[in-house]
C-alpha cells in the first residue's frame, strides 16, 4: 500500500512538472506570436512610406530632412528582427516614427497645397491607423510578457524551468519619452 502511494506520488508529481513545463512553452510562444505582430505592423508602414516618400520629393528642394527621416524610418522598420525581441530597436522606431511625423505636420503648414492633395491626407490617415495597430499589438505583447515572465518567476515553475527549459524573463516595451513626462514614478 505504501508503495502504491508512493508511486501513486511520483506520477503526480512528473504528471505536474509536465502540466507546469507546457504552460510555460505556450506562454512563451504567444509572446513571440505577439512580437511577430508588432513587427508586421511596423512592417505594414513600409508600404505606405514608399507611397509617401515620392509625394515628399515634390517639396524636398526645401524639406531634404523630411525625405531623409521617411528613409531612415523605413530602413529601421525593414531591419527590425520579427525572431528576436529586440524592444531597444522597436523603441527606437517610435522615437523615428514621432519624429517623422512631427516633420510631416512642419511640411504641411508650409506647404498648404500638400494639405489639400487627398493622397497624402490617405496616407496620413493609414499611417495613423498603422501607428494605432502597433500601439495596440504592443499592448498585447507587454501583457504576453508579463504572463510569461510570471510563469517563469513563479514558485514551482521557476523550479521546472530551470530545470527543463532555462526561459530567461522577456523585458517589456517601454515608451522612455512618454515614461519622462510624467511627474508621478513608482517605487517598484
Known amino acids: 500500500m505504501g508503495l502504491l502511494i508512493f508511486l501513486l506520488l511520483i506520477v503526480a508529481l512528473i504528471i505536474g512538472a509536465i502540466i507546469i513545463r507546457n504552460n510555460i512553452v505556450r506562454h512563451h510562444n504567444a509572446t513571440i506570436r505577439a512580437w ?38 523605413r530602413q529601421n522598420i525593414m531591419n527590425l528582427n520579427i525572431n528576436s525581441t529586440d524592444v531597444s530597436q522597436l523603441q527606437h522606431i517610435e522615437a523615428l516614427n514621432k519624429e517623422l511625423m512631427r516633420s510631416l505636420n512642419v511640411v504641411v503648414e508650409n506647404y498648404p497645397e500638400l494639405k489639400a492633395n487627398e493622397i497624402y491626407l490617405k496616407m496620413m490617415n493609414e499611417i495613423e491607423e498603422q501607428n494605432e495597430n502597433v500601439g495596440a499589438a504592443i499592448t498585447i505583447f507587454n501583457r504576453n510578457v508579463e504572463l510569461f515572465n ?8 521557476n523550479i521546472i524551468n530551470t530545470l527543463l527549459l532555462s526561459k530567461k524573463a522577456i523585458r517589456p516595451f517601454r515608451d522612455q519619452a512618454a515614461s519622462q513626462s510624467f511627474d508621478y514614478r513608482p517605487n517598484f
Open 36 to 73: 511577430s505582430d508588432v513587427a508586421s505592423y511596423e512592417r505594414q508602414k513600409i508600404k505606405i512610406l514608399d507611397g509617401l516618400q515620392p509625394l515628399v520629393e515634390q517639396y524636398s528642394s526645401f524639406e531634404q530632412g523630411t525625405l531623409a527621416k521617411v528613409t531612415e524610418l
Open 150 to 157: 510570471n510563469h517563469i518567476q513563479i514558485f514551482p515553475n
